[in-house]
């Protein structure tokens, strides 16, 4: 599933089809919960099954928010995290289902596979909200997240002001993750008119498996050799992944950030890596705002309160409540700022800990 090049004009039928599922309304209440009856929970617990755990955000920002928030509310939380096993998380949801909470919120490892989770909690009556990547062919109740495909076009934009033209390479994500498709598909917003005028050509088109930076490298190495090395810019979907192209930008001879390199997340590896001029930028879906935005929702629909969602999106299954949240790029000339006004996230001498004399006052 990882190693499928994709015809650009996949992408357009896949744009086409998303645009047909993918409705954004006014939010009415009357689509609250999945158009079932709604008890007011009874126990004070929250699930937030995480798709994994290891990874700088989840660590420093989407758990943390997630848990302050809603334990402000005076909930529990408890916390599982599948470690990108689709399967091992349909077993943590079941027992979450089996000893008792008042809603679940699911980061799934694959958006089809949760839809078994979706129908388990329905069937149960626990409501379910999908966090970060919708889950998809099953009703629920609420997803909480960014645009993805506007987390791709912001890229995008950034890069074709810089690289007008030339041989682009899309790494994205784990292909089971809408956060991973719709990025890529963001992507071909705005470069397939650029295709199409011959002002640009996509050499590789590829999607990793769990988001790794092995398969990530791999595929930067193969554009390279392909293209003796005539690579113009890589649009990547995750900091992780950007390591690895840039170690293979480094391994064919080339000159680190000659070539721009995008990534998503913000993590410590990348932040240094733009501070020192090795990569263009990054994007920031701010999971600090999702995880508190999560545990408001999480709170809401245990209570049977509207969600305040002034958006929705259609699973496949059934319209459900959108709580949007923000998405930015984040390159040279954003840094210092990021870096001052996001103390929780990242620790300023670290962030230019191999360029002191770039450190800014904040």
Known sequence: ???????????????????????????????????????????????????????????????????????????KVIMQSAENDALKQVAQAENVITQGVDVIVINPVDFHVAATIAKKAAAAGIPLASYNDLIVGAKHDAFIGRDNREGGVVAAQAMVKVVPKGNYALIGGDPGQTGATEMQEGYHLILDPFVKAGQIKIVMDQLAKGWKTEPAQAFAENALTATNNKVDAFLVSYDGESVGVMQ???????????????????????????????????????????????????????????????????????????VKTPITFVGAEDIARFVCTHPHWIDINEAYKNAPGKKPKC
């Open 1 to 75: 599933m990882g190693n499928n090049d994709r015809p650009v004009r996949k992408y357009f039928a896949a744009f086409i089809t998303t645009v047909a599922l993918v409705t954004l309304t006014a939010h009415a209440p009357s689509l609250q919960a999945a158009d079932r009856k709604c008890t007011p929970g009874k126990t004070k617990k929250i699930a937030f099954l995480q798709k994994q755990s290891t990874a700088f955000r989840y660590l420093h920002a989407d758990g943390p928010f997630f848990v302050k928030t809603a334990e402000a509310g005076g909930y």
């Open 248 to 322: 293979a930008i480094k391994g064919a001879g080339l000159k680190p950030g000659s070539i721009p390199v995008t990534g998503q997340d913000m993590e410590l590896a990348a932040i240094q890596a733009i501070i020192e001029g090795r990569m263009f930028g990054s994007v920031w879906p701010a999971p600090d705002d999702m995880g508190a935005a999560g545990a408001r929702v999480a709170m809401a629909l245990a209570q049977c309160k509207d969600t305040g969602a002034k958006d929705t999106i259609d699973t496949g299954a059934s319209k459900i409540p959108w």
